[in-house]
């Protein structure tokens, strides 16, 4: 599947990536015909009572992935900043989540309101990759993001790094304007991923140079706002939402 994931970022249009946040979500896609699914922490930790982001999901973020590795598709798993400053737990976590057949990981620098020293997260990707060297390891810089250096050249200044470090791929979560996308493509050799745009679909995204797309929270936060929209629907006697899965429907994803 590591193989097989890599190349995806080098097909003809940008790789979609959609996150789930539970088994039943990552089967549903699967079966939507995507080729690969990812998963979003702040899913996964919300679905478990956790905060986002906040380093306390780690066992949930592993259980998950050992049940996403049965799905037919290469999953990558989002481990928000490794779970450690430690270097040698963090390489403990790849060499784990490889070991259970995961594709990749996203690992970011985002420290609360703040960065991670850029020489400290060059040696958390330095391990990783060294201990799973197959695992395609996206590097999230939260520059933008977070409002902190956010620039294109302090953006680049730490993509380069962690490419250097080993890094296969770039994420920058946040990175919206035209202009900075195609100036951050251009200049990171490696695939480059952002979060959906409503405002540039894929081919423009395919143009400026972007290889991966990801959903992030979103399918997330949508399914909660039609779960409680149908019970607010229920509860007032209003229409139900078109397209609702039959109960075989969903039990059939888990066979």
């Not at 949508?222 to 939402?241: E, F, H, N």
């Amino acid at each position: 599947m590591t193989t097989a994931f890599h190349a995806l970022h080098h097909g003809g249009r940008p790789l979609l990536l959609p996150n789930a946040w539970d088994f039943a979500s990552a089967a549903a896609l699967s079966a939507a015909g995507f080729a690969a699914i990812g998963t979003t922490s702040l899913g996964v930790a919300a679905a478990n009572g956790i905060p986002d982001a906040a380093g306390l999901a780690r066992d949930e973020t592993v259980a998950l992935a050992g049940r996403l590795v049965r799905l037919p598709c290469p999953v990558t798993v989002d481990i928000e900043a490794g779970f450690s400053t430690d270097p040698a737990e963090v390489g403990d976590l790849a060499v784990e989540l490889a070991e259970l057949g995961v594709a990749g990981v996203n690992l970011e620098d985002g420290r609360d309101d703040h960065l991670a020293d850029p020489a400290a997260q060059e040696a958390l990707v330095r391990e990783v990759k060294r201990r799973a060297p197959g695992i395609f390891l996206n590097a999230r810089t939260d520059t933008y993001w977070l409002g902190v250096e956010a620039s294109v050249p302090a953006t680049l200044d730490r993509a380069r790094r962690y490419v250097d470090a080993g890094a296969d791929g770039v994420f920058v979560p946040g990175l919206a304007r035209e202009g900075d996308i195609a100036a951050v493509t251009a200049a990171v050799p490696v695939p480059v991923n952002v979060l959906h745009l409503p405002a540039l679909g894929l081919d423009r995204l395919a143009e400026l140079g972007v290889r991966r797309v990801s959903t992030g929270s979103l399918l997330f936060r949508a399914a909660l706002g039609a779960a409680v929209g149908t019970a607010v629907a229920v509860r007032d006697g209003g229409q139900l939402p078109a397209g609702i899965p039959g109960y075989a429907e969903v039990d059939a994803l888990s066979g």
